[in-house]
């Protein structure tokens, strides 16, 4: 993954890519190691709880973590998590905009900003809707002062995504 030092080389307000696959997925997260601060965390494919303890049973401070959970409401989850906020689907990408903004302006110390499982909106939008996504919440996150990671399975982006996520990625990671 990437050490501190290589972090600290990186421009203040980074974006990185995180290519996975299925049997690598989790090893995405240990980006948390070092980011030392609060961030939001958006998954596109796991309830915001199952995703907390799998974090807390690795290590990480899942505390520092606000989750945006986009699966709880569709599967009709009946136990909610602290520090979540739920909407229906993935289909609302302006309403995952505005609420990232709102987290983010509510409490100045989320600096970052986690999407996991990007490619699995391709279930609910086309192409160009998911470029657009990744370039209004990149230039949004800058706007606020908070980093990006994008987590996405390589093999399951589009070609259009990819490169999108590859020009405005400071850094490409294969863990």
Do not use: C, W
Request: no cysteine; aromatic share 8%.
């Amino acid at each position: 993954m990437l050490s501190q030092k290589e972090v600290m080389e990186l421009p203040n307000l980074f974006s990185i890519v995180i290519n996975t696959d299925i049997d690598n997925h989790f090893k995405a997260y240990r980006v948390l190691d070092n980011l030392h601060t609060d961030g939001i965390l958006v998954s596109f494919h796991r309830t915001a709880g199952n995703l907390k303890n799998m974090l807390l049973r690795h290590g990480y401070d899942a505390d520092k973590l606000h989750f945006i959970d986009l699966v709880s409401k569709a599967i009709d989850a009946k136990k909610l998590t602290e520090k979540s906020d739920y909407l229906l689907t993935p289909k609302l990408l302006n309403e995952v905009g505005a609420l990232i903004e709102n987290i983010a302006r509510n409490n100045v110390k989320n600096k970052f900003v986690i999407f996991d499982s990007l490619h699995l909106l391709h279930l609910f939008h086309d192409e160009k809707t998911i470029i657009n996504f990744v370039d209004f919440v990149h230039k949004r996150a800058k706007l606020l002062g908070m980093k990006t990671v994008f987590i996405a399975n390589k093999e399951r982006l589009s070609k259009g995504v990819k490169q999108k996520l590859n020009s405005i990625a400071d850094r490409v990671i294969q863990p």
